[in-house]
């Protein structure tokens, strides 16, 4: 379990590191120029909304994806638990052993499947990454390319020139096979 832990660990950093530090960076970039003077105090927060939109739909895409083998942990440490100790009290030092044995297994199961998670995170996610390499340098998406911009600025229709910034690649639309 200790070894998954560390693994989760490290994945988890790459993530925040590499997907979704650039990802926050270039919508608190756009969210800053919804306070340029002209900007009309009561569109603000929508303007921030807009701006940051990517970034939450991201972290909410993570933490599902996170959630989903911490489910799948359980559920098998429950079958485990189901199939070794039955409806027995008594808890034998042979049934410890053989529930350490299968927990063990279902951490393997579970460490198998964060290669495949980690993939799923990246490529759902490369839509809303920045256009620019100001945020992806050296991140695991730094070779690919920036899709041209698919709808106008973040700000667009507010005064003082608040439109003139890049959208996130993709658009702020909602992010797709989030599953069920």
Same mark, same amino acid.
Request: with cysteine.
């Given at each position: 379990?200790?070894?998954?832990q560390a693994?989760?660990n490290?994945?988890?950093?790459?993530?925040?590191d590499?997907?979704?530090?650039p990802?926050?960076g270039y919508?608190?970039?756009n969210?800053s120029?919804c306070?340029?003077?002209?900007?009309?105090k009561?569109s603000?927060?929508?303007?921030v909304e807009?701006a940051?939109?990517?970034?939450?739909?991201?972290?909410?895409?993570?933490?599902?994806e996170?959630n989903?083998i911490s489910?799948?942990?359980?559920?098998c440490?429950?079958?485990?638990?189901?199939?070794?100790y039955?409806?027995?009290?008594?808890?034998?030092?042979?049934?410890?052993?053989?529930?350490?044995?299968?927990?063990? %297994?279902c951490?393997?199961?579970?460490?198998? /499947?964060?290669p495949?998670? *980690? =993939?799923?995170i990246v490529?759902? $996610?490369?839509? #809303?990454?920045?256009?620019?390499s100001?945020?992806?340098?050296g991140t695991?998406? %730094?070779?690919?390319?920036?899709?041209?911009p /698919?709808?106008?600025?973040? *700000? =667009?229709?507010?005064?003082?020139? $608040?439109?003139? #910034?890049p959208?996130p690649p993709?658009?702020?639309?909602?992010?797709?096979?989030?599953g069920s």
């Amino acid at each position: 379990m200790e070894k998954l832990q560390a693994e989760v660990n490290q994945v988890t950093e790459k993530i925040e590191d590499e997907i979704m530090a650039p990802i926050q960076g270039y919508g608190y970039k756009n969210a800053s120029a919804c306070f340029q003077r002209g900007a009309p105090k009561s569109s603000r927060q929508a303007c921030v909304e807009r701006a940051m939109g990517p970034a939450s739909q991201a972290s909410s895409y993570v933490q599902q994806e996170m959630n989903m083998i911490s489910e799948r942990l359980n559920r098998c440490a429950q079958t485990c638990q189901d199939d070794v100790y039955g409806f027995s009290s008594n808890k034998t030092p042979e049934q410890q052993s053989q529930m350490e044995q299968c927990t063990s %297994a279902c951490a393997s199961k579970c460490s198998a /499947a964060i290669p495949e998670m *980690m =993939s799923r995170i990246v490529n759902t $996610l490369k839509p #809303l990454m920045p256009p620019t390499s100001e945020f992806t340098q050296g991140t695991i998406l %730094a070779e690919t390319p920036p899709p041209p911009p /698919a709808m106008p600025g973040l *700000m =667009s229709g507010l005064p003082g020139g $608040l439109g003139s #910034l890049p959208p996130p690649p993709g658009g702020v639309g909602s992010l797709p096979n989030l599953g069920s």
